[in-house]
Nanobody
Framework: LLHVVESGGGSVQAGGSLRLSCAAS????????MAWFRQSPGKEREGVADMYTGGGITYYADSVKGRFTIVLDKAKNTLYLQMHSLQPDDTAMYYC?????????????????WGQGTQVTVSS
């Protein structure tokens, strides 16, 4: 079992930056996938970025490439989402998720350990 907890959300003006944190605990002794998803009111939850902790291979959604970066601190089992050049469209509840295995990157259905979410609000 894996347990993840997010932190670091808040409000920022367009063009600003924020960093979210996701701390994992439980069965972290073997490699696993960690991801960030987001959901805006009235929209489906969408994948933002994920990483395989075994090799550090990352994958980003097209909408955030070049603006968002995920970094893993293995010693702390913590995944960071560094967000730059934030826009009002980035406003959403951001969720951290984990999975012991995946057949497709950012597959929401395959991530079975979820955090409570942290709100990010970007004003124009």
């Amino acid at each position: 079992l894996l347990h993840v907890v997010e932190s670091g959300g808040g409000s920022v003006q367009a063009g600003g930056s924020l960093r979210l944190s996701c701390a994992a605990s439980g069965y972290t002794s073997r490699p696993y996938y960690m991801a960030w998803f987001r959901q805006s009111p009235g929209k489906e939850r969408e994948g933002v970025a994920d990483m395989y902790t075994g090799g550090g291979i990352t994958y980003y959604a097209d909408s955030v490439k070049g603006r968002f970066t995920i970094v893993l601190d293995k010693a702390k089992n913590t995944l960071y989402l560094q967000m730059h050049s934030l826009q009002p469209d980035d406003t959403a509840m951001y969720y951290c998720a984990a999975s012991l295995s995946l057949s497709r990157r950012l597959s929401r259905a395959e991530y079975n350990y979820w955090g409570q979410g942290t709100q990010v609000t970007v004003s124009s």
